[in-house]
T-cell receptor, first 115, second 111 residues
Framework: EAGVAQSPRYKIIEKRQSVAFWCNPISGHATLYWYQQILGQGPKLLIQFQNNGVVDDSQLPKDRFSAERLKGVDSTLKIQPAKLEDSAVYLC?????????????FGSGTRLTVV | GDSVTQMEGPVTLSEEAFLTINCTYTATGYPSLFWYVQYPGEGLQLLLKATKADDKGSNKGFEATYRKETTSFHLEKGSVQVSDSAVYFCALGSGYSTLTFGKGTMLLVSP
């Protein structure tokens, strides 16, 4: 089966600019996650979708980050305006359900550098 | 809240050496436990998992046993290869909450 697709792979922007990332999960996977992975740390959840509804966005910095999952398939994550501390790898993952025993399938990530 | 603690890296080994990466956890209830591996420039890949106490997860020569009494899920491999060089993440999931990851342990294997 095709994996989780993410684009772009790399992005360099100046602070205060905006940027958007795109994710296409595995077909049929109802649950989609966006994680932020800062260099040397484990992934930190930003937002979780179940179909096209938000389940958990408690750790999303809503003053600058937004995400949507239209039609319950693809998702986009946006940062506006970007700060230097947003430099990280943004990982998208999907799973068949909310049952944690399924584990997640991750995409290759988008590496964002804010200068 | 839930948390995962992994041994700090990097772990540096010669090829064919025995590997142990320690992982302990704190969680409410009965979580599922996972090991993920991240190769350079790639996303995380599920390596193995265990969903209840005393279960042993295994894959590609790696093993980990869910020890409820010591709240541990240590990763082991009898003979590492250069191609095993990567960052390894321990994670847990309780009920319907999202996965909580450790900080990761880098493994470097030299020929």
């Amino acid at each position: 089966e095709a994996g989780v697709a993410q684009s772009p792979r790399y992005k360099i922007i100046e602070k205060r600019q905006s940027v958007a990332f795109w994710c296409n999960p595995i077909s049929g996977h109802a649950t989609l996650y966006w994680y932020q992975q800062i260099l040397g740390q484990g992934p930190k959840l930003l937002i979780q979708f179940q179909n096209n509804g938000v389940v958990d966005d408690s750790q999303l910095p809503k003053d600058r980050f937004s995400a949507e999952r239209l039609k319950g398939v693809d998702s986009t994550l946006k940062i506006q305006p970007a700060k230097l501390e947003d430099s990280a790898v943004y990982l998208c993952a999907s799973s068949p359900s909310q049952d944690r025993a399924d584990g997640y399938t991750f995409g290759s990530g988008t590496r964002l550098t804010v200068v | 809240g839930d948390s995962v603690t992994q041994m700090e890296g990097p772990v540096t080994l010669s090829e064919e050496a025995f590997l142990t990466i320690n992982c302990t956890y704190t969680a409410t209830g009965y979580p599922s436990l996972f090991w993920y591996v991240q190769y350079p420039g790639e996303g995380l890949q599920l390596l193995l998992k265990a969903t209840k106490a005393d279960d042993k997860g295994s894959n590609k020569g790696f093993e980990a046993t869910y020890r409820k009494e010591t709240t541990s899920f240590h990763l082991e491999k009898g003979s590492v290869q250069v191609s095993d060089s990567a960052v390894y993440f321990c994670a847990l999931g309780s009920g319907y909450s999202t996965l909580t990851f450790g900080k990761g342990t880098m493994l470097l294997v030299s020929p």
